[in-house]
Nanobody
Framework: VQLQAFGGGLVQDGDSLRLSCAAS??????WGWFRQAPGKEREFLAT???????YYSDSVKGRFTGSRDNAENTVYLQMNSLKPEDTAVYFC?????????????????????WGQGTQVTVSS
């Protein structure tokens, strides 16, 4: 399975961006969005399951929205009201495993497949 994330860029404080992540090779049961800022650990942002359930971290809830297009095997992360502290490399991840609780989807090691990352920079 190959994942490719794109849509990052340089924006200003308060702007919006939409990230996309397309998968090829296998149907996934859930997708995750993570980010990593310089000098910080990887941070969970959102999960979108193939059944349409979504889970968000408290840091982005209300500002970021995940969605999917099962026919295209693509997921999206709509990011609104971006802040300078959102600056990071954003990664999409996928899993073909079913987990019984949302907690598992917040852990990066439960995803088998990772995209290469796309840089998001928010200037003040």
């Amino acid at each position: 399975v190959q994942l490719q994330a794109f849509g990052g860029g340089l924006v200003q404080d308060g702007d919006s961006l939409r990230l996309s992540c397309a998968a090829s090779g296998r149907t996934l049961l859930a997708w995750g969005w993570f980010r990593q800022a310089p000098g910080k650990e990887r941070e969970f942002l959102a999960t979108i399951t193939s059944g349409g359930n979504t889970y968000y971290s408290d840091s982005v809830k209300g500002r970021f929205t995940g969605s999917r297009d099962n026919a295209e095997n693509t997921v999206y992360l709509q990011m609104n009201s971006l802040k300078p502290e959102d600056t990071a490399v954003y990664f999409c991840a996928g899993t073909a495993q079913y987990y019984s609780g949302s907690y598992y989807y917040t852990r990066g090691h439960h995803y088998e497949y990772w995209g290469q990352g796309t840089q998001v920079t928010v200037s003040s």
